[in-house]
């Protein structure tokens, strides 16, 4: 991807997000982007035949041991999804293919028919559900104060960097995403506009190790939306050590997300949770989180 392939590409994102109210790309689809493409990266683009505006964009990354796509389409062509999806998949499945294929992931927000019939012909199914849960800010005191209080610092450039990774890798051992993070991915994200150490809360508690004083028990990565109006502040990361669940520190964590979130100015608190993971649902809800949408992914296997 050159300069001008990503100035025109970005320039198409911000007009679907402008339309959906939504980034069209995650965190990690859109560093690969920025970055022009790093190894296991693809930026296929349709272009109108009369004026060589861009019309539909289409990426491929690689993600730890798996693949991500999305697709994105102008909104003013949207009655071409079909058309312009499939011509974008089959090439993306071909990349894919010739790179040694593996698992795929698509992400469509509230996807429609005409994308259950792109994922059909891609030969993807239905795989898991992404809930974006919000919640209103500050907290009612009467959830605050039903709430272990725990003590949090704030994430050391340099210094935190391997103990939190080591955690988040155990935390999400199965996920594709999160889980198998190296420091280059950290290192990715901190150099982002938006990261904050000040917002990334760590929590330790006395450690049983002889050798050690105190160990990582959990965090809370928090990420604020500047443009967003009303301002979106996002639990962007939560993480208990397996080791240390089931003892409220998931809920206690979220609670000191959300209020250093509400003492920055967002009136809005929000977060990703899979549709599968009930008993973190469940204390999203009692906190007063409400469904905003969903998510779907698409998946598949290419092999040689």
Known sequence: MTPQDIAEVTELLEAVEKADARKPLNDHLWIDLR???RSGFAGLT??????????????VSRVNDSWSLDLVIDPQHRNQTLELGNHL??????????????????????????????AQKATL??????????VGLPLSKIIVAATKDISTQSFRVGIDDEEWIALNNRAFADH???????????????????????????????????TIEHELAGFCWTKITHDSDPLLGEIY??????????????RSLTVAGLNYLASMGSTTGMLF????????ISTYLKLGFTTHHQEQAFVGDISL
Request: hydrophobic share 35%.
């Open 35 to 37: 970055l022009g493409g």
């Open 46 to 59: 349709i272009r109108h035949p009369d004026t060589s505006q861009l019309i539909a964009y289409c990426q």
């Open 89 to 118: 998949l089959a090439e993306a499945m071909q990349i894919i293919t010739e790179q040694g294929g593996g698992h795929i992931h698509w992400w469509v927000f509230d996807p429609t028919a005409d994308h259950q019939l792109l």
């Open 125 to 134: 199914t239905s795989g898991r559900t992404l809930l974006q849960l919000r």
């Open 176 to 210: 594709p995403e999160q889980g198998g993070w190296t420091s280059e991915t950290l290192e990715s994200r901190q150099s982002e506009k938006w990261f904050d150490a000040n917002g990334f809360l760590m929590h330790y508690i006395d450690s049983q190790d002889s």
């Open 237 to 250: 990361v939560i993480a208990v050590d397996p080791r240390h669940h089931n003892k409220g520190l998931g």
């Open 273 to 280: 949770v899979d549709k599968g993971n009930i008993a973190a």
